[in-house]
C-alpha cells in the first residue's frame, strides 16, 4: 500500500489519466483525425468542442475502444490509460471499457427493469458477491446518477418508461455501476430539454469529485458551465486545447476565436 | 510517474479494476473463452445450413444425373410384309390393325440375327427366347409400329432401329442391377446380363444421352426406360401461362389500389389482413379450395392446367402484391408530387411514372412467385393432376383445359412407384425443376441488379 | 368454343367504339384536340369501356349461375329409383353431365344428327356403345332416366347459351350507343375512365377477401355434409384413425393431430437453434466476405420446392436414419419415420428462421449494443442478454410462422412420414418412438381426397373437416405471430 502514497498524494496536483499523442484515425479512405496529442486530467471535466464532423466524438470513442465494432475503422498512435497503451494486443476491450464507461447521445436504457439496467455491468464484470451487495451498488449508482429519488419505488418498472432526462440520468448510473475510472460522454444532452439538461449538468460537475469525465459538447455554454479544460476540434486536428476559462476569453489560435464568436461551426 | 505504473503491472490501485490492462484477469478470461464457444456455435449452425444444401444437392444430383443417360439397343428390323401388310395394299387403316403384338416377332427376328451376325450362342448363355425379347423394352414395338404407320412404303425393307433397352439392363449399366441381385430378381436373369454385355461388345448395345427423357410421355409401372417428362414440361408451361396472364394483372392492380389510391378503413384493413394470411395459408389448403370451387362447383375438368393454374394463381397474388407494393413504396414521393405539380391527375401520374419505375421491382417478385408456383406439389395433387396422363395435351387455348400432369406432381407419381428405376427418373426431373428455377432465380436477380435504383 | 366467340365478339365492339368515340369527341370540337375536356384516347377509352365491362360482367355472372341453376331443375326432375342405383344425387348428375357431352361430341362428330340426339330412346347398351365410340368419358351403362336427363340438359342448355348470347350482345350494343351519345367536347371523359380503372383496381384487390371466403365456405359446407353423417365429437376428440371403405370407419383426429405436432416439435427442434444461431453469426459476426458466400447459400434452401426435400427424406435419409440409429438402437425399420420427416422439415425451415431472426435482430437499434459495449460487455454477453431479449418478442413471432409452416406442411409428410396413424390403444411407447412411421393431418388429407373412395362419403369428406381444423390452427398462429411481431417493430419506430 506504500506505493499508494504518492499516487494519491498527486491528486491535488491532477495526476494525468489519459496521454495521447500521434492519434490518428481513418474510416477508410477518410483521414478522421490526423495528429491528435492531449493530455487528459483526473478528476476533471474535459470537454470536446468543435463543429460537426470535426472529430471530437470519433476521437472520444478511441478512449474505450468503441471504434473497435466499426470494420471500417484503424487508429493508429499512442493512447496511454495510467500509462498503458490501451491499443496493445494484450488489452482486452472488454476490461478496458469497464474501467472507461460511456455515456451516449441518446439515453438508451436496455428494455429492461431499471434494478436490471444498472445491475447489467456489476453482474456482467461480476463485482458483487451476493444479492445484497448488488443491491447496494444499484442503489449508491442511482443515487450517484441523482435519481434513487424519483426511481426508488419503482425499480422494477421498465426503464424504457422513463422520461428523457430520467432516462439520461439512468444511463449515467448505469455507467457508474462498473465503478469506471474515466467516463465518456458523447454529447449526453442534446436529446433532452432544458430543465433535463439542467439536471445532467449538476450531475456532471457531482461526478468530477470522483472520476475523469470527458464530455463532447455542441453548447459552447454547456462547454463553459461544466468543465474545466477545454479541448477544440477542427477538421480531425486538435487546435488548441487548456483551461476552459483561457480558450473562451483568450483563444490563442485565431480558429478558436472564430469558432466561439460564431464565425466558423 | 506514468512509467512508474507501467512498469509494475500488478501495481494495486484503487477501485475495482485493480492490475494492468495488459493481463487479463481470471473472469475475463473465462468470458472470453465463453465468448468463443458462442461464436462456434455460430459459425457451426452455418456450417449445418450448408451442408444441409450440399448434402441435399449432392443427393439429388447423384440419383438423378444417370436419367439422362439411357441403355439403347440397335437392332436391323426387316418389316416383313407378310406380317404387317398382308395383301400388299398399303391400306393405311390396315395396317393400323396390325397391334403391337404383331410388331414383337420382328424384333425377335432382328435380335435373332444380331446374335448369328456377333456369334453369340444363346444356349450356352441360359437365356430363352422369352428372356431375349425382354431384353428391348416393351416401348420398341410400340416405336417399331409407329415408325410403320408413319412409312408405310418402308415396309418390306431392313430398317436399323436404336431401341430402349429393358429397364433392369439400362440399370445393370447405371450400378443398379448386378449379376448377384439378378440371382433374386425375377424380372431379369444373370445371362440376360452377359448377353447385354456381349452385345455391347459387339457394338450392338450402347449407353448415351436421352432426349427422350425431355420429350417423351409419362410410361406405365412395367417400362420404366420409356418414362419422360414431356408431358409433364408442358402442363407446368401452361399453368405458368395461366397464372403469369392472371396473377400479375390482378396482384398489380390490387396493389396500385392499396398502395396509392386507399383510403384508410375497415375494407383496406381487411383485404390487407387477408393478404398477409393468404401468403401464410398451407399449400394444402388452396388445393381444398380448387377441388371444391374449381372442379366440384364450377365444373372444370379434373387434372386440367387451367384448374392448376387458377390455384396457382391465388396461391401466388399474395406474393405478387407484397413485392409490387414494396416497389411502389420505394419510388419516392417527389416523382408524384412533380406529376400532380404539372397537372396530372392522381391516375396518370401512377400509371405514367410510378408504375413504369416500379416494373422491375414488380417482374423481379412475379419471377419469384412464379418460381414458387412451379415447384408447388400438393394443391395440385388434389385437382387430380397425380392421374397417369400419356397424351399430350393439344395447343393453347383447348390445351388448358386437357389433361396433363405437372412436373412436381411427376416426380411425386414416379416416388409411389416400385421400381426403383423410376427413383432414378424423379430424382432426374427434379434436376431439371431445379435448373428451372435457377434460370428463373438468376433472371430475377440480373433485373434487379441491372435496375436497380437508389434514390 | 362459343364463349370465346362471344367475349371475342365484344371485343371487337368496344375496339370499334375505341374508334368511333375519339372520332366523334374529335368531330365536337372541330378537329381541334386542344378543345376537348380531356385527351382524344379517353373518349375512345370511356366507349370501349361502356361497351366490354357491363357485357362480360353479365356473362361471367351467367356462366357462374346458370349450370347450377340447370343442375338443379335436372336434378330435381330426376326420378328417385335412378338416384337409388347411382348413390347419391350430385353422382347422378355427374353422369348426366357426361352423357351430355357424350351427345355432342357424337353430333360434331357427325356420328348422329341433333334430332336423333334429342329423341334417342333405342337399347341402352347400344346408345351407351355409341357414345363411347365418341371417346368421351363413359363409364357405366346410361340408364333411361339419366338419357332423357341429358337429353334436357342440352335442351336448358342451348335455350340458356341463346338467351345469354342475347342479352350480351344487346348489353354490348347499348354501352355502344351510349357512350357515343355522351360523347361530346365538354364531357368529363378521363374522369369517368379513371372512375372505372379505380373500380377494377378494387376489384382486383377484393379478389384477397374473395379466395379467404372462397376457402372458408368450401370447406365449411363440405365440413357441415362430414359431421352430418360423423358425431363431432368423436372426429375432435376420437384416439382412433381406422378408415374402412365399406363404412363403419373410425375418424378421430387426435392421432394424426399428435403426429403432426410431434414432427413440427422435432422440426422445429432442429430449425429454431440452427436458424437462430446463423442469423445470429451472419448479422453479428460475420465479415462481409463470409456473409456474401454464407448468406445466399442459406437462402437457397428457402427457394426449393417442398417436392425436392420429400424425394430427399425418402431416398437419402429416411435410409440413414433407419440403417445408422433406429435399427442398431433397435427402436424402428421403417425409412417412413418421425424423425425423418422432422430432421427433412427443420433443415426446411432453417433459412425461414433464420431471415426472419435476422431482420428482427437488425431491428434492435445499435444504441442498445453500444450502450451493451460501453459498459464492458463482450459481443456474446451483449447479444444474450440485450439484444435477444429485446428481439425476443420478434423472435417468438417468426417460431409461430415456422410452425404454422410446419403444422401445414405437405410434401415432406407425405414422403417422409409414412401414412400409418399414431396407434393410442398400443400405449405410449408407440406412440413417442420417434423412429416409427407417423402420418399428419396433412398427409391424411391428400389421401382421402386422392383415394378411389365416394365423394360422398365420411371417409372422403372428413378430408374438409381436418382442412378446415388446420385452416384454424394456422390462421391462429398467423394471426398471433403477425401480431406480436408488429408490435415488437411499433416499439422500435
Given at each position: 500500500m506504500n506505493d499508494l502514497r504518492p499516487v494519491e498524494r498527486t491528486v491535488d496536483t491532477k495526476e494525468i489519466k489519459f496521454d495521447c499523442s500521434d492519434v490518428q484515425v481513418h474510416y477508410g479512405a477518410t483521414h478522421?483525425?490526423?495528429?491528435v496529442a492531449v493530455k487528459l486530467e483526473d478528476k476533471t471535466v474535459t470537454a470536446f468542442i468543435g463543429p460537426s464532423g470535426c472529430g471530437k466524438s470519433t476521437f472520444l470513442r478511441c478512449l474505450n475502444r468503441m471504434n473497435d465494432t466499426i470494420d471500417i475503422c484503424r487508429v493508429q498512435g499512442k493512447l496511454l490509460l495510467d500509462g498503458e497503451d490501451i491499443y496493445d494486443k494484450r488489452v482486452d476491450p472488454v476490461q478496458l471499457r469497464a474501467k472507461v464507461g460511456m455515456v451516449f447521445q441518446k439515453p438508451n436504457p436496455f428494455p429492461k427493469s431499471i434494478y436490471d439496467n444498472i445491475a447489467y455491468g456489476p453482474r456482467i464484470h461480476g463485482l458483487a458477491r451476493n444479492k445484497a451487495e448488488l443491491d447496494e451498488i444499484v442503489e449508491k449508482s442511482l443515487r450517484r446518477g441523482a435519481i434513487w429519488d424519483e426511481v426508488k419505488d419503482r425499480?422494477?418498472?421498465?426503464?424504457?418508461?422513463?422520461?428523457g432526462g430520467q432516462q439520461q440520468r439512468l444511463c449515467i448510473a448505469r455507467a457508474i455501476a462498473t465503478e469506471p475510472e474515466v467516463l465518456l460522454m458523447d454529447e449526453p444532452c442534446s436529446a433532452l430539454d432544458p430543465i433535463a439538461t439542467a439536471q445532467v449538468e449538476e450531475l456532471i460537475d457531482e461526478l468530477r469529485e470522483n472520476y475523469s469525465v470527458v464530455i463532447v459538447t455542441h453548447s459552447m455554454q454547456q462547454a463553459a458551465r461544466v468543465s474545466q479544460k477545454t479541448a477544440f476540434f477542427h477538421l480531425g486536428n486538435l487546435v488548441e486545447f487548456g483551461e476552459t476559462g483561457q480558450i473562451f476569453t483568450n483563444p490563442k489560435d485565431p480558429r478558436t476565436e472564430s469558432y466561439i464568436t460564431g464565425r466558423i461551426g | 510517474m506514468t512509467d512508474a505504473t507501467a512498469n509494475t503491472p500488478a501495481a494495486p490501485k484503487e477501485g475495482k479494476h485493480a492490475g494492468s490492462l495488459f493481463d487479463a484477469d481470471a473472469r475475463t478470461q473465462k468470458r472470453n473463452a465463453s465468448e468463443a464457444r458462442f461464436r462456434a456455435l455460430g459459425l457451426g449452425a452455418i456450417g449445418i445450413g450448408v451442408a444441409a444444401l450440399i448434402v441435399l444437392l449432392v443427393s439429388i444430383l447423384s440419383q438423378g444425373l444417370p436419367a439422362f443417360q439411357q441403355t439403347f439397343i440397335t437392332l436391323d428390323v426387316y418389316l416383313d410384309e407378310a406380317k404387317l401388310d398382308k395383301n400388299g395394299e398399303r391400306d393405311i387403316e390396315k395396317i393400323k390393325k396390325v397391334s403391337t403384338f404383331g410388331y414383337a416377332p420382328l424384333i425377335k427376328n432382328a435380335m435373332t440375327s444380331r446374335n448369328e451376325e456377333l456369334g453369340i450362342d444363346m444356349a450356352a448363355l441360359g437365356v430363352s427366347d422369352k428372356e431375349m425379347s425382354a431384353m428391348?423394352?416393351?416401348?420398341a414395338a410400340a416405336q417399331l409400329r409407329r415408325f410403320v404407320i408413319a412409312n408405310p412404303d418402308r415396309i418390306g425393307d431392313t430398317v436399323e432401329f436404336e431401341f430402349l433397352a429393358s429397364g433392369r439392363i439400362d440399370g445393370y449399366y447405371k450400378g443398379r442391377v448386378t449379376l448377384e441381385s439378378a440371382e433374386r430378381d425375377s424380372n431379369v436373369s444373370p445371362g440376360q446380363l452377359q448377353y447385354a454385355d456381349a452385345l455391347k461388345e459387339g457394338g450392338a448395345l450402347s449407353t448415351h444421352f436421352n432426349w427422350g427423357f425431355l420429350t417423351m410421355a409419362d410410361a406405365s409401372e412395367?417400362?420404366?426406360?420409356?418414362?419422360?417428362?414431356g408431358v409433364a414440361m408442358i402442363g407446368s408451361l401452361y399453368m405458368m401461362l395461366v397464372v403469369l396472364f392472371l396473377a400479375l394483372p390482378i396482384g398489380v392492380a390490387a396493389s396500385i389500389y392499396l398502395e396509392e389510391f386507399a383510403p384508410k378503413n375497415w375494407f383496406t384493413d381487411m383485404i390487407e389482413v387477408n393478404i398477409s394470411n393468404l401468403a401464410a395459408v398451407p399449400s394444402i389448403v388452396f388445393g381444398i379450395l380448387g377441388l371444391a370451387i374449381f372442379i366440384n362447383y364450377a365444373g372444370l375438368p379434373q387434372s386440367a392446367p387451367i384448374v392448376g393454374g387458377l390455384v396457382l394463381t391465388l396461391m401466388t397474388l399474395p406474393t405478387i402484391i407484397i413485392s409490387t407494393r414494396a416497389s411502389l413504396k420505394s419510388v419516392p414521393p417527389s416523382i408524384r408530387d412533380a406529376a400532380l405539380g404539372v397537372g396530372a391527375s392522381k391516375m396518370q401520374s401512377v400509371f405514367h411514372h410510378v408504375l413504369p419505375l416500379a416494373m422491375p421491382g414488380i417482374l423481379t417478385g412475379t419471377i419469384i412467385g412464379l418460381a414458387q408456383a412451379l415447384g408447388e406439389t400438393a394443391p395440385l395433387m388434389l385437382i387430380g393432376m397425380v392421374a397417369f396422363v400419356r397424351e399430350f395435351p393439344s395447343a393453347p387455348p383447348e390445351g388448358f383445359f386437357d389433361p396433363a400432369s405437372a412436373l412436381p406432381v411427376q416426380v411425386y407419381n414416379w416416388t409411389?412407384?416400385?421400381?426403383?428405376?423410376f427413383v432414378e427418373r424423379a430424382s432426374g426431373a427434379i434436376i431439371v425443376l431445379l435448373c428451372f428455377l435457377l434460370c428463373m432465380n438468376f433472371l430475377a436477380i440480373i433485373l434487379r441488379r441491372r435496375f436497380e435504383r437508389r434514390w | 368454343m362459343p364463349v370465346l366467340w362471344i367475349v371475342l365478339a365484344v371485343f371487337g365492339l368496344g375496339l370499334i367504339g375505341y374508334f368511333a368515340g375519339r372520332m366523334r369527341a374529335l368531330g365536337s370540337a372541330g378537329g381541334d384536340a386542344r378543345r376537348l375536356h380531356s385527351l382524344p384516347n379517353y373518349y375512345g377509352w370511356h366507349a370501349f369501356m361502356l361497351t366490354v365491362v357491363p357485357a362480360l360482367l353479365v356473362l361471367a355472372a351467367w356462366l357462374l349461375v346458370a349450370p347450377s341453376m340447370i343442375d338443379t331443375r335436372i336434378g330435381d326432375s330426376l326420378p328417385e329409383s335412378a338416384i337409388a342405383e347411382g348413390g347419391s344425387r350430385s353422382l347422378v348428375m355427374a353422369e348426366v353431365r357426361r352423357a351430355a357431352v357424350a351427345l355432342d361430341m357424337a353430333i360434331e362428330q357427325g356420328r348422329m344428327d341433333s334430332e336423333t340426339a334429342a329423341n334417342l330412346r333405342s337399347d341402352m347398351a347400344d346408345v351407351t356403345a355409341r357414345l363411347k365410340e365418341t371417346g368421351a368419358i363413359i363409364t357405366s351403362t346410361i340408364t333411361q332416366p339419366v338419357l332423357r336427363a341429358a337429353q334436357e340438359f342440352r335442351v336448358l342448355s342451348g335455350i340458356s347459351n341463346f338467351w345469354m348470347t342475347v342479352v350480351v350482345g344487346l348489353l354490348a350494343i347499348a354501352g355502344f350507343a351510349l357512350a357515343l351519345l355522351q360523347t361530346h367536347k365538354d364531357f368529363r371523359a378521363r374522369n369517368t375512365v379513371e372512375a372505372g380503372i379505380k373500380t377494377i383496381l378494387i376489384l382486383a384487390s377484393t379478389i384477397a377477401i374473395l379466395t379467404t371466403v372462397g376457402i372458408v365456405l368450401s370447406m365449411f359446407f363440405e365440413t357441415g355434409n362430414f359431421f352430418e353423417k360423423y358425431a363431432w365429437t368423436e372426429f375432435f376428440f376420437g384416439t382412433k384413425w381406422a378408415p374402412d371403405f365399406r363404412g363403419d370407419s373410425e375418424l378421430g383426429m387426435l392421432p394424426l393431430l399428435w403426429g403432426t405436432l410431434y414432427i413440427s416439435f422435432v422440426a422445429l427442434a432442429v430449425a429454431v437453434p440452427v436458424g437462430l444461431f446463423a442469423a445470429i453469426y451472419l448479422s453479428e459476426y460475420a465479415g462481409p466476405k463470409l456473409r456474401a458466400v454464407a448468406k445466399p447459400m442459406i437462402e437457397i434452401l428457402a427457394g426449393i420446392p417442398t417436392i425436392v426435400y420429400g424425394l430427399f427424406a425418402l431416398i437419402t435419409v429416411g435410409p440413414i436414419v433407419r440403417d445408422w440409429i433406429a435399427q442398431p438402437l433397435g427402436?424402428?425399420?421403417?425409412?417412413?419415420?418421425v424423425m425423418t420427416a422432422g430432421l427433412v422439415m427443420g433443415i426446411m425451415l432453417i433459412p425461414f428462421v433464420s431471415s426472419l431472426s435476422d431482420d428482427i435482430i437488425n431491428a434492435v437499434p445499435q444504441a442498445m449494443r453500444d450502450g451493451s459495449f460501453g459498459l464492458g460487455a463482450t459481443h456474446s454477453e451483449t447479444i444474450k442478454q440485450v439484444v435477444l431479449p429485446a428481439a425476443l418478442p420478434g423472435i417468438v413471432g417468426a417460431v409461430l410462422l415456422a410452425a404454422s409452416r410446419a403444422i401445414g406442411e405437405t410434401m415432406i409428410v407425405v414422403m417422409g412420414a409414412g401414412a400409418a396413424a399414431a396407434q393410442f390403444q398400443e400405449g405410449l411407447g408407440a406412440v413417442i418412438n420417434p423412429f416409427e412411421a407417423m402420418t399428419t393431418v396433412t398427409v391424411k388429407i391428400v389421401s382421402q381426397l386422392t383415394g378411389d373412395t365416394d365423394f360422398a362419403s365420411p371417409e372422403t369428406l372428413v378430408a374438409f373437416a381436418l382442412g378446415l381444423t388446420l385452416f384454424v390452427i394456422t390462421l391462429g398462429l398467423n394471426v398471433l405471430a403477425l401480431y406480436i411481431v408488429r408490435k415488437y417493430r411499433e416499439q422500435y419506430e
Amino acid at each position: 500500500m506504500n506505493d499508494l502514497r504518492p499516487v494519491e498524494r498527486t491528486v491535488d496536483t491532477k495526476e494525468i489519466k489519459f496521454d495521447c499523442s500521434d492519434v490518428q484515425v481513418h474510416y477508410g479512405a477518410t483521414h478522421a483525425i490526423k495528429d491528435v496529442a492531449v493530455k487528459l486530467e483526473d478528476k476533471t471535466v474535459t470537454a470536446f468542442i468543435g463543429p460537426s464532423g470535426c472529430g471530437k466524438s470519433t476521437f472520444l470513442r478511441c478512449l474505450n475502444r468503441m471504434n473497435d465494432t466499426i470494420d471500417i475503422c484503424r487508429v493508429q498512435g499512442k493512447l496511454l490509460l495510467d500509462g498503458e497503451d490501451i491499443y496493445d494486443k494484450r488489452v482486452d476491450p472488454v476490461q478496458l471499457r469497464a474501467k472507461v464507461g460511456m455515456v451516449f447521445q441518446k439515453p438508451n436504457p436496455f428494455p429492461k427493469s431499471i434494478y436490471d439496467n444498472i445491475a447489467y455491468g456489476p453482474r456482467i464484470h461480476g463485482l458483487a458477491r451476493n444479492k445484497a451487495e448488488l443491491d447496494e451498488i444499484v442503489e449508491k449508482s442511482l443515487r450517484r446518477g441523482a435519481i434513487w429519488d424519483e426511481v426508488k419505488d419503482r425499480l422494477d418498472a421498465p426503464g424504457t418508461g422513463l422520461s428523457g432526462g430520467q432516462q439520461q440520468r439512468l444511463c449515467i448510473a448505469r455507467a457508474i455501476a462498473t465503478e469506471p475510472e474515466v467516463l465518456l460522454m458523447d454529447e449526453p444532452c442534446s436529446a433532452l430539454d432544458p430543465i433535463a439538461t439542467a439536471q445532467v449538468e449538476e450531475l456532471i460537475d457531482e461526478l468530477r469529485e470522483n472520476y475523469s469525465v470527458v464530455i463532447v459538447t455542441h453548447s459552447m455554454q454547456q462547454a463553459a458551465r461544466v468543465s474545466q479544460k477545454t479541448a477544440f476540434f477542427h477538421l480531425g486536428n486538435l487546435v488548441e486545447f487548456g483551461e476552459t476559462g483561457q480558450i473562451f476569453t483568450n483563444p490563442k489560435d485565431p480558429r478558436t476565436e472564430s469558432y466561439i464568436t460564431g464565425r466558423i461551426g | 510517474m506514468t512509467d512508474a505504473t507501467a512498469n509494475t503491472p500488478a501495481a494495486p490501485k484503487e477501485g475495482k479494476h485493480a492490475g494492468s490492462l495488459f493481463d487479463a484477469d481470471a473472469r475475463t478470461q473465462k468470458r472470453n473463452a465463453s465468448e468463443a464457444r458462442f461464436r462456434a456455435l455460430g459459425l457451426g449452425a452455418i456450417g449445418i445450413g450448408v451442408a444441409a444444401l450440399i448434402v441435399l444437392l449432392v443427393s439429388i444430383l447423384s440419383q438423378g444425373l444417370p436419367a439422362f443417360q439411357q441403355t439403347f439397343i440397335t437392332l436391323d428390323v426387316y418389316l416383313d410384309e407378310a406380317k404387317l401388310d398382308k395383301n400388299g395394299e398399303r391400306d393405311i387403316e390396315k395396317i393400323k390393325k396390325v397391334s403391337t403384338f404383331g410388331y414383337a416377332p420382328l424384333i425377335k427376328n432382328a435380335m435373332t440375327s444380331r446374335n448369328e451376325e456377333l456369334g453369340i450362342d444363346m444356349a450356352a448363355l441360359g437365356v430363352s427366347d422369352k428372356e431375349m425379347s425382354a431384353m428391348v423394352s416393351k416401348e420398341a414395338a410400340a416405336q417399331l409400329r409407329r415408325f410403320v404407320i408413319a412409312n408405310p412404303d418402308r415396309i418390306g425393307d431392313t430398317v436399323e432401329f436404336e431401341f430402349l433397352a429393358s429397364g433392369r439392363i439400362d440399370g445393370y449399366y447405371k450400378g443398379r442391377v448386378t449379376l448377384e441381385s439378378a440371382e433374386r430378381d425375377s424380372n431379369v436373369s444373370p445371362g440376360q446380363l452377359q448377353y447385354a454385355d456381349a452385345l455391347k461388345e459387339g457394338g450392338a448395345l450402347s449407353t448415351h444421352f436421352n432426349w427422350g427423357f425431355l420429350t417423351m410421355a409419362d410410361a406405365s409401372e412395367n417400362r420404366p426406360e420409356a418414362a419422360g417428362i414431356g408431358v409433364a414440361m408442358i402442363g407446368s408451361l401452361y399453368m405458368m401461362l395461366v397464372v403469369l396472364f392472371l396473377a400479375l394483372p390482378i396482384g398489380v392492380a390490387a396493389s396500385i389500389y392499396l398502395e396509392e389510391f386507399a383510403p384508410k378503413n375497415w375494407f383496406t384493413d381487411m383485404i390487407e389482413v387477408n393478404i398477409s394470411n393468404l401468403a401464410a395459408v398451407p399449400s394444402i389448403v388452396f388445393g381444398i379450395l380448387g377441388l371444391a370451387i374449381f372442379i366440384n362447383y364450377a365444373g372444370l375438368p379434373q387434372s386440367a392446367p387451367i384448374v392448376g393454374g387458377l390455384v396457382l394463381t391465388l396461391m401466388t397474388l399474395p406474393t405478387i402484391i407484397i413485392s409490387t407494393r414494396a416497389s411502389l413504396k420505394s419510388v419516392p414521393p417527389s416523382i408524384r408530387d412533380a406529376a400532380l405539380g404539372v397537372g396530372a391527375s392522381k391516375m396518370q401520374s401512377v400509371f405514367h411514372h410510378v408504375l413504369p419505375l416500379a416494373m422491375p421491382g414488380i417482374l423481379t417478385g412475379t419471377i419469384i412467385g412464379l418460381a414458387q408456383a412451379l415447384g408447388e406439389t400438393a394443391p395440385l395433387m388434389l385437382i387430380g393432376m397425380v392421374a397417369f396422363v400419356r397424351e399430350f395435351p393439344s395447343a393453347p387455348p383447348e390445351g388448358f383445359f386437357d389433361p396433363a400432369s405437372a412436373l412436381p406432381v411427376q416426380v411425386y407419381n414416379w416416388t409411389t412407384r416400385a421400381d426403383p428405376a423410376f427413383v432414378e427418373r424423379a430424382s432426374g426431373a427434379i434436376i431439371v425443376l431445379l435448373c428451372f428455377l435457377l434460370c428463373m432465380n438468376f433472371l430475377a436477380i440480373i433485373l434487379r441488379r441491372r435496375f436497380e435504383r437508389r434514390w | 368454343m362459343p364463349v370465346l366467340w362471344i367475349v371475342l365478339a365484344v371485343f371487337g365492339l368496344g375496339l370499334i367504339g375505341y374508334f368511333a368515340g375519339r372520332m366523334r369527341a374529335l368531330g365536337s370540337a372541330g378537329g381541334d384536340a386542344r378543345r376537348l375536356h380531356s385527351l382524344p384516347n379517353y373518349y375512345g377509352w370511356h366507349a370501349f369501356m361502356l361497351t366490354v365491362v357491363p357485357a362480360l360482367l353479365v356473362l361471367a355472372a351467367w356462366l357462374l349461375v346458370a349450370p347450377s341453376m340447370i343442375d338443379t331443375r335436372i336434378g330435381d326432375s330426376l326420378p328417385e329409383s335412378a338416384i337409388a342405383e347411382g348413390g347419391s344425387r350430385s353422382l347422378v348428375m355427374a353422369e348426366v353431365r357426361r352423357a351430355a357431352v357424350a351427345l355432342d361430341m357424337a353430333i360434331e362428330q357427325g356420328r348422329m344428327d341433333s334430332e336423333t340426339a334429342a329423341n334417342l330412346r333405342s337399347d341402352m347398351a347400344d346408345v351407351t356403345a355409341r357414345l363411347k365410340e365418341t371417346g368421351a368419358i363413359i363409364t357405366s351403362t346410361i340408364t333411361q332416366p339419366v338419357l332423357r336427363a341429358a337429353q334436357e340438359f342440352r335442351v336448358l342448355s342451348g335455350i340458356s347459351n341463346f338467351w345469354m348470347t342475347v342479352v350480351v350482345g344487346l348489353l354490348a350494343i347499348a354501352g355502344f350507343a351510349l357512350a357515343l351519345l355522351q360523347t361530346h367536347k365538354d364531357f368529363r371523359a378521363r374522369n369517368t375512365v379513371e372512375a372505372g380503372i379505380k373500380t377494377i383496381l378494387i376489384l382486383a384487390s377484393t379478389i384477397a377477401i374473395l379466395t379467404t371466403v372462397g376457402i372458408v365456405l368450401s370447406m365449411f359446407f363440405e365440413t357441415g355434409n362430414f359431421f352430418e353423417k360423423y358425431a363431432w365429437t368423436e372426429f375432435f376428440f376420437g384416439t382412433k384413425w381406422a378408415p374402412d371403405f365399406r363404412g363403419d370407419s373410425e375418424l378421430g383426429m387426435l392421432p394424426l393431430l399428435w403426429g403432426t405436432l410431434y414432427i413440427s416439435f422435432v422440426a422445429l427442434a432442429v430449425a429454431v437453434p440452427v436458424g437462430l444461431f446463423a442469423a445470429i453469426y451472419l448479422s453479428e459476426y460475420a465479415g462481409p466476405k463470409l456473409r456474401a458466400v454464407a448468406k445466399p447459400m442459406i437462402e437457397i434452401l428457402a427457394g426449393i420446392p417442398t417436392i425436392v426435400y420429400g424425394l430427399f427424406a425418402l431416398i437419402t435419409v429416411g435410409p440413414i436414419v433407419r440403417d445408422w440409429i433406429a435399427q442398431p438402437l433397435g427402436l424402428g425399420n421403417s425409412t417412413n419415420s418421425v424423425m425423418t420427416a422432422g430432421l427433412v422439415m427443420g433443415i426446411m425451415l432453417i433459412p425461414f428462421v433464420s431471415s426472419l431472426s435476422d431482420d428482427i435482430i437488425n431491428a434492435v437499434p445499435q444504441a442498445m449494443r453500444d450502450g451493451s459495449f460501453g459498459l464492458g460487455a463482450t459481443h456474446s454477453e451483449t447479444i444474450k442478454q440485450v439484444v435477444l431479449p429485446a428481439a425476443l418478442p420478434g423472435i417468438v413471432g417468426a417460431v409461430l410462422l415456422a410452425a404454422s409452416r410446419a403444422i401445414g406442411e405437405t410434401m415432406i409428410v407425405v414422403m417422409g412420414a409414412g401414412a400409418a396413424a399414431a396407434q393410442f390403444q398400443e400405449g405410449l411407447g408407440a406412440v413417442i418412438n420417434p423412429f416409427e412411421a407417423m402420418t399428419t393431418v396433412t398427409v391424411k388429407i391428400v389421401s382421402q381426397l386422392t383415394g378411389d373412395t365416394d365423394f360422398a362419403s365420411p371417409e372422403t369428406l372428413v378430408a374438409f373437416a381436418l382442412g378446415l381444423t388446420l385452416f384454424v390452427i394456422t390462421l391462429g398462429l398467423n394471426v398471433l405471430a403477425l401480431y406480436i411481431v408488429r408490435k415488437y417493430r411499433e416499439q422500435y419506430e
